[in-house]
């Protein structure tokens, strides 16, 4: 059984993101509620790149993850940061 806030996935997607940002291709990403997420397709993280002209290799890089959705962030409810990223096409529990 996951542990709330503790999902491999979830952890993976992280990981990848720490690494794109050590990389240079992400300034800064944020993952809100993370202590309550019990699956990857609950998750919703937010990105904003280094710089707009690597979009297309951050969504390459992220594609190895199941289900990759991502849209500008424009309500900045939750994050101001500049793309909202989802692992879940529909609605999936």
């Not at 806030?5 to 240079?24: C, F, Q, S, Y």
């Not at 939750?78 to 692992?87: G, Y």
Request: net charge negative.
């Amino acid at each position: 059984m996951v542990q709330i806030g503790n999902v491999p996935e979830i952890k993976a997607v992280k990981k990848h993101l720490d690494e794109l940002k050590e990389k240079g291709l992400i300034a800064n990403w944020e993952l809100p509620y993370e202590n309550i997420l019990t699956r990857l397709t609950a998750a919703i993280f937010f990105l904003t790149p280094s710089d707009n002209s690597q979009l297309d290799e951050i969504w390459k890089e992220l594609e190895t993850h199941k289900m990759l959705q991502y849209r500008l962030n424009e309500d900045k409810k939750l994050s101001e940061l500049d793309w909202r990223v989802e692992f879940n096409k529909g609605f999936e529990l």
